[in-house]
Every structure is written in C-alpha cells, then in structure tokens.
C-alpha cells in the first residue's frame, strides 16, 4: 500500500498558523453604574448594584443588565472610571431609600476599622464556637452568622373604580375617560395611598376567606421583624397609572442576640434562628402572592351628601431575603 503524504491528508490540510488573540479585546466590567431613573441620576457602585434584591433588580433592569463595558472591546482599554448611562423607569425616591437602608445596615452589621459592628462580636459562632442548631445546618454553614439578613416586601396594587350610576364619570365613544372619571380615578388613588397600614387588606381577606396559609405568612412575618402594625415604608402612585407601589424593608430577627453594656458574650435563641432559617428559602428566590380586595369606599367631600363607590384591587406581594 502506498504511504499517504502528510501534505495531502485532510486532516493535516488545515493551517497551523496560531491565531492572534487580542486580550484587550475582552470587555472590561464597569465598576460604577450610571443611573438614570425618570431624571433622576445615581452614580452606584457594581458591589452596590450586586447586593440589591432581585426583586428591585428586575423592576430596574427588566430586559436584564450586562455589567461590562461595551465599548472595551473595540478599543485597546479606556479609562476605568468612565460610566455608561443606563435608562431606568423606576421611581428616584423609592432607590434612594433602598440605597439608604442597605447601607445604614451594612455600616451597623460591618463597622469599621476604628468601630467594630456586630459581626465582629459574632464572628467566633461562624468559626464553630457554637453548638450545631437542631434547626438548620451547622454554624459553619449557616450564612445568618456572617451576613447581614433584610426582609424585602413588595407590593404592587392596581385599583379599579366602579363609577356610580349618574351617569357623570363616564367613558366617550372612544373609551376616553372625562374629566368626571379621572377626578374619581385621582380620589380613589389618594384614599388607597394614605392606607399605609402593611398588613391590614391581607387580614381583611384571612377574615373574608378564613385561609389558614395567608394568617401563617401574617405570623411568620411578624416573628421574623415586622409588627403587626407596621405601615409600608416606602409608599407612591405610579406615574399615569392606576397603580401605587409600596416596599418594606426590615432587619430578619436571628435570635442571635448582643448583651451591650455586658461582659457577657453573644448567645443564639435557637428557636427564633430556626424561623429565622425558614427565610432561607427566599434568599435570591422571591415568591410573589396575588389576590384581590374589594371595599366601598365614601368619596364625599365633607358638608356633601354620601358618595359611594366600589372600589376593587389587584394586590401583588413579593416577598424576598437579602444577605449584605
């Protein structure tokens, strides 16, 4: 049999020439992000952006977020400080107070050099100085010790007004809403608005419904860091719609408890950290809860004779755990 020749084989017919990798070619990731939320701007750090629940993450960036620089790859660098601006339909006011209450608890869990927070009084627990918890994993796997835990609750409510039967608030040919109509839709909006209470339309429906796993939610929450009769602490109407947004955040009760003004060292309610450990199971996973809620509400002005209303609502919760 004749010897092939390596020259005309197939597989040796492909160049051996080595490709050119441009390294500089890859995008660079972006260190700050700049923000533009409905005129608003913010200047945030990636870390910053990073630690914000998913829930937020996905009413900032629906269509998602690519945390490189673009532009990196068709230059040989740029300069690291330079910031891309990021359109962002979201309310400024509700950012800024998430942004304030992630930092003030970070700052408090952390500390710093010169002012130590909790975690340096905790961090022995983490390292095994704590019996293993009938509760949960052991304290070495336990992320309640070293991380800061925020319960983040949504709420997205759509309102929609059944007019009385006057005939005044009415709708054109065109489906067009008169002024009549948008007066009521503005009232029913601002009535909805000063109902901060968080927890009050959900225990109307436990009351309405007697549904048992909506008043276990009630109570695991309240166990968990809020009251009762907390109220929302961040509460707005969407722009042009019929719709208010409403977020709470609150520290998760561990059970890991600080004796300040004591020698005495840091201990673990273990039955409040085995609720706690339920939270768990939100962390980077929100849940989201739907119902709706129907009252009559009287929209007279005072000295006007009674004007009453049906008022209906869509309630969306979404409830998540974030660790900083």
């Not at 701007?41 to 673009?70: W, Y």
């Not at 796997?141 to 800061?148: S, V």
């Not at 309102?159 to 008169?178: E, H, L, M, R, V």
């Not at 955040?249 to 201990?267: E, N």
Request: charged fraction near 20%; glycine fraction near 6%.
């Amino acid at each position: 049999m004749a010897a092939v020749s390596l020259s005309n084989s197939p597989i040796t017919q492909v160049s051996q020439t080595p490709i050119q990798t441009n390294l500089h070619a890859q995008p660079q990731l972006l260190t700050r992000l700049l923000l533009d939320l409905r005129g608003k701007r913010f200047s945030v750090d990636r870390e910053t952006i990073m630690n914000l629940p998913e829930s937020v993450l996905l009413c900032l960036f629906p269509n998602g977020l690519v945390l490189s620089r673009q532009s990196a790859a068709l230059s040989d660098g740029g300069d690291d400080d330079y910031e891309e601006l990021y359109g962002v339909d979201f309310d400024p006011d509700c950012f800024s107070y998430v942004l304030t209450f992630f930092k003030n608890a970070s700052d408090t869990f952390y500390g710093s050099p010169s002012s130590p927070g909790l975690f340096a009084a905790q961090q022995h627990l983490a390292e095994g100085g704590s019996p293993t918890s009938d509760f949960g994993p052991s304290a070495s796997q336990n992320p309640l010790l070293t991380k800061q835990a925020i319960i983040v609750l949504r709420e997205e409510l759509e309102y929609f007004a059944i007019p009385p039967k006057d005939g005044q608030a009415a709708t054109n040919s065109s489906g067009i809403a008169n002024g009549a109509l948008l007066d009521l839709k503005r009232k029913c909006g601002n009535y909805l608005l000063h109902k901060r209470n968080i927890f009050t339309a959900l225990q109307r429906n436990v009351s309405k419904e007697n549904n048992i796993a909506e008043q276990h939610l009630i109570d695991m929450l309240c166990m968990s860091g809020f009251d009762r009769d907390d109220e929302w602490g961040y509460r707005a109407m969407e722009p042009n719609r019929c719709c208010i947004s409403s977020i709470a955040l609150v520290l998760l009760k561990t059970g890991i408890q600080h004796h300040v003004g004591s020698d005495r060292p840091v201990t673990i309610d273990y039955t409040q950290m085995g609720t706690a450990q339920k939270l768990l199971l939100f962390w980077r996973k929100p849940a989201r809860k739907c119902w709706w809620d129907g009252i009559d509400v009287n929209l007279a002005e005072e000295g006007e004779p009674e004007k009453v209303i049906k008022l209906w609502a869509r309630r969306v919760w979404t409830l998540e755990l974030s660790l900083v």
